[in-house]
Each structure stands twice: as C-alpha cells, then as structure tokens.
C-alpha cells in the first residue's frame, strides 16, 4: 500500500501506521549509501508495534538492490534485501532470525561482530527484551499476517 494511502483500522492506528512510514524512509536515509527514497509502500503493520515496507531507492545500494524491505516498530529497525524475501512476512521472519542471532550471542557473550548490526547496547537486558519482542511477532503478529495469503510460506 503506497504510503499515501496508508490506513488503519481506527484513525490512531492510521496516524501510527503512517508514523511508522515516515520513520522507515528516515532508517534508510540515516546511511551514507542511501540518496534517497522514491517511494514506501506498507507491506504489514500493527500500529506502534511492527511495520515491515517495500522501500524503492532513488539510486539503487550496491550494484543491485533498488528495493529494500524496513522493518520499524517497538524494537530495532533493519533493512534486508527483496532476493532473500518475496513478502513482509517473509522479510519479517529474516527479521526475527538476525535478532535472535544477536540476542544469542550477546547472552552468551561470543561477541556481535559477526552478526546483523543492531542499534542497542549489547546488553544481556536488551537481548532478553529483544527475545520476548522476537517472540511475539513469531507467535502473533506472522500468524495473523500469514493467514489471508499474506504470508508466504
């Protein structure tokens, strides 16, 4: 859903959804390698929460990517390439994956230079807040988003 037409099922939930947006387009313009964002479409989203966009770069990153996923909400933000990822489910569950991957080897202390950078302190707090957040988007939010056709696999 293109970012103008962004809606929710309630009008706060449509100021969040659409708050949501802006903060995706600003995640990717905070990186030097970012020129821009042509567009922002919402791929899912629960107001304040998670929101998982399909964000088309004015110039593509790399020598490839044109599109990127963003997922935003209460925990870190991320962005991954479309080829790992055909829907927001999809990007979601990579999503959950590279934060369990940091979550796990923060509380075991092996370090995070080989995992997915993630904006917080390398805290055993963060990772375990991190953890129950990871939790819930794989036992509520990708369920209800997977059901209807949304989903992927």
């Known amino acids: 859903m293109p970012e103008a037409q962004i809606v929710g099922e309630s009008e706060p939930e449509t100021i969040e959804r659409r708050r949501m947006a802006v903060e995706a387009r600003d995640y990717l313009c905070s990186f030097h390698w970012c020129k821009g964002v042509r567009s922002i479409h919402m791929g899912l ?8 966009f399909l964000a088309e770069l004015t110039e593509p990153a790399g020598t490839t990517d044109k599109y990127l996923w963003v997922v935003v909400g209460d925990m ?9 990822a055909a829907t927001p489910v999809d990007a979601l569950r990579i999503y959950c994956d590279l934060m369990d991957d940091w979550a796990n080897a923060v509380k075991k202390g092996t370090g995070i230079e ?3 950078p ?8 963060n990772a375990e807040n991190l953890l129950k957040r990871v939790s819930f988007l794989r036992r509520v939010v990708i369920p209800r988003f ?3 056709g949304l989903g992927g696999k």
């Not at 989203?45 to 998982?52: E, L």
């Not at 870190?76 to 790992?84: C, W």
């Not at 993630?118 to 707090?125: G, H, N």
């Open 76 to 84: 870190p933000s991320a962005y991954l390439v479309t080829e790992q």
């Open 114 to 116: 080989s995992v997915f």
């Open 146 to 148: 997977t059901i209807g």
């Open 45 to 52: 989203g629960i107001g304040g929460v998670v929101g998982v």
């Open 118 to 125: 993630v904006a917080a302190d390398p805290t055993v707090e």
